[in-house]
């Protein structure tokens, strides 16, 4: 039960990092079904992803980086296929510009710890990624219908509440509890190859190729890397329950942008974009080289 709760909390962690705020700014939809529909799918990612990060002793940015890369293409290249409409940049946008970037490098790895370091920088990361929801948020305006400010900022606090639980129920649970069976693996990679065959390969056709040519580098590297780190201590220690309230900051800063630039349609999105795709696929080469040149910690 505790390790079941270990992915559900991930998962909405995932899913707050990689898909309600990915839509921040835009018209509420009020369906609870589909919120929590949403947080199931990304706990299954969630799972396979913590599947990843134990067998491969994921520690350092570099690693990290390119297990959320997995994660990235996992999400838009099996359960959607939007790794596949634009290529070559579909590659990096948004599996690695996102997803790996933001959800697993900044939300899962980095957050989680400046929470346990100290208010500071609990404080610092919760604003700068509250800053850029603001401005990522007002770009949707130049493509669908300003949603009321008022349901906008109250949508952003109210998905940020379970946010605040998943990083405290995390570090209180604690890292050291995601010891999943060997049925459980062999189960859900089941269910991910049954997915691939019955919907991602009828519908996209390419991945079949581009896949492989994607996963396995990286999985080679990972591999190599856990040759030469010895195993790694999970996270043990959890902060004071009133720090994590810090994350709260995420949604009030992007709030006031999003408030403060109602009437200004900027071209954000693509802004955004432009910085972010050829990031992910930088960090994608670097680490490849940094891992398979040595181990960095």
Known sequence: MRQLIYVLLTGILFTYFSEWMFWAGQVPNPDPLEYLLTAALYSFA?????????????????????????YGWLVEGIIVQTTYAELPLSISHTALSWHALLTIVF????????????????????IA???LLGVWSIGWWVEVTPGAIGAVIARNFLLTIPLVIAFYGLDRIGDITFQPRRWSIALGFALLAAYYGFVT??????????????????????????????????QTHAAPPVRYLAVLLIPTVSSLIYA????VHFETLMMVYVLTVPTGFALLLISLYRLWRKPVL
């Open 260 to 263: 403060l630039g109602r009437d």
């Open 107 to 126: 939300g899962w790895h980095y957050l989680r710890r400046w929470l346990r370091q100290g208010w500071r920088p609990a404080l610092l990361g919760s």
């Open 46 to 70: 969630a799972f396979i992803f913590l599947i990843g990060v134990r067998y491969f002793r994921v520690t350092g940015f570099w690693a990290v980086f390119l297990a959320g890369a997995l």
């Open 201 to 234: 390969f009828p519908t996209a056709p390419i991945s079949i190729v581009l896949l492989p040519l994607l996963s396995v580098p990286v999985l080679l590297t990972l591999g190599r890397h856990r040759q030469q780190i010895p195993d790694v201590n999970p």
């Open 129 to 131: 990624f509250g800053f």
